[in-house]
């Protein structure tokens, strides 16, 4: 008759360390939670800090071509033409 004791006492080492592992898992999930919403941060941070630095580049070359169409406006017409005469030449064989 002790071997039903045993089993019942095996079956109680199963069941903490099921509640132990269940324990566990919420504790992972927590951390892997936070560890998650600080790298998502740190990637909000770079995404904009590289959105700005593409900005600013942007706005610069805007700058130097608008000062080259004021030093050259000739220039800068015709080739402005030629580029239209161009797309519309390739934009029509389709």
């Known amino acids: ?3 039903p004791k045993e089993e019942y006492s095996e079956m109680d080492h199963i069941r903490e360390d099921i509640e132990s ?5 919420v504790e992972l999930t927590k951390h892997l939670s936070a560890n998650a919403s600080a790298r ?3 990637l909000k941070l770079a995404t904009a800090a590289q959105l700005k630095r593409l900005k600013d580049s942007g706005l610069e070359q805007v700058s ?3 000062g080259e169409v004021v030093k050259h406006p000739a220039q800068s017409i015709a080739i402005a ?3 239209g005469f161009i797309a519309s030449y390739l934009l029509s064989r389709r």
Do not use: G, P, Q, Y
């Open 1 to 3: 008759m002790s071997k």
């Open 21 to 25: 592992l269940k324990s566990n898992i």
């Open 40 to 42: 998502t941060d740190d």
């Open 64 to 66: 130097k071509v608008e």
């Open 81 to 83: 033409f030629a580029t």
